[in-house]
């Protein structure tokens, strides 16, 4: 089924929501491993071709976000490294690292939820996936599920205080 035979059956809101369901799922796997809850998906043609979560304390590995690991996967699945039709959904507005990595594999449009003041590459803090400066970049979709992204992230860390303070 390609991206045209399924906006033929859903409007591109309903779409993204759909999507970013799914990366929800991922943020929820990352928080029952006890990971910052940050899921990704990315889609090609209608279909997931990745499916990831932050994985930085499993793998011990700082570069081990969602972006990072679902942009391998693609590239994987795609066999190069140019997703350049593909569509990133992620939970959170991606840092600069993860901003970075989006640009370089040329992934041409990036759906996030919720947005991220401390760290955030795409609208808070840098605009980076729209820099003229560079030579490639991306469409951008924030606020898709917003609220549900920013309160399993909420949920997470009142958690760890309420925990760190027993």
Known sequence: MTDSD???QFELPQLHQMYMQMALQQAELAARSDEVPVGAVIVREGSIIAA???QR?????????????????AAEA????????????????????CAGAI????????????????AGAVNS???????SR?????????????DRCGQV????????RAEGKK
């Not at 304390?57 to 996967?73: N, V």
């Not at 803090?125 to 820099?131: F, G, I, K, V």
């Open 6 to 8: 399924i906006l033929g």
């Open 52 to 54: 990831a979560h932050n």
């Open 57 to 73: 304390e499993m793998l011990r590995d700082p570069t081990a976000h969602a972006e990072m690991i679902a942009i391998t996967q």
């Open 78 to 97: 795609v066999g190069g490294w140019r997703l350049e039709d593909c569509i990133l959904y992620v939970t959170l507005e991606p840092c600069p690292m």
């Open 103 to 118: 640009l370089q594999a040329r992934i041409p449009v990036v759906v996030y939820g919720a947005r991220d003041p401390k």
């Open 125 to 131: 803090l840098y605009e980076m996936l729209s820099d």
């Open 134 to 146: 560079l030579n490639h970049r991306c469409e951008v979709v924030s606020g898709v599920l917003q």
């Open 153 to 160: 992230l909420t949920e997470f860390f009142r958690q760890r």
